[in-house]
C-alpha cells in the first residue's frame, strides 16, 4: 500500500474503480462492527480480538495488491 495506507485503484478502467473502493470499505466496516462488538461485551475474548485485528489488516493490504 501506498505511504498514505489508502488503496490505489486508478488503474481500474471505468466504475470498477469505485467498485473496488466500496469492497473494501465494506469489509472495513465489517471489522469495525465485529471489533466495537466484542470490547463492549461483558467478556470480550482476547483470542477473538487479535483475529480481527490481525484479519483486519490482512485484509486491508490484500485488497490492494495485485494478484502474481
Keep these: ?3 498514505t495506507d489508502e ?3 486508478s488503474g481500474l478502467a471505468g466504475g470498477e474503480e469505485q ?3 466500496d469492497a473494501v470499505q465494506k469489509v472495513v ?3 469495525t462492527e ?3 462488538a466484542e ?5 470480550p475474548d482476547e483470542e477473538r480480538l ?3 485485528t490481525a ?3 490482512r485484509h486491508a493490504r490484500t485488497a490492494v495488491e495485485p494478484k502474481t
Excluded at 39 to 43: A, F, I, K, W
Design 39 to 43: 470490547r463492549r461485551s461483558p467478556l
Design 19 to 21: 467498485a473496488a473502493a
Design 7 to 9: 488503496p490505489d485503484f
Design 1 to 3: 500500500m501506498s505511504e
Design 50 to 52: 487479535a483475529q480481527l
Design 55 to 57: 484479519g483486519g489488516a
Design 29 to 31: 466496516n465489517w471489522y
Design 34 to 36: 465485529q471489533i466495537a
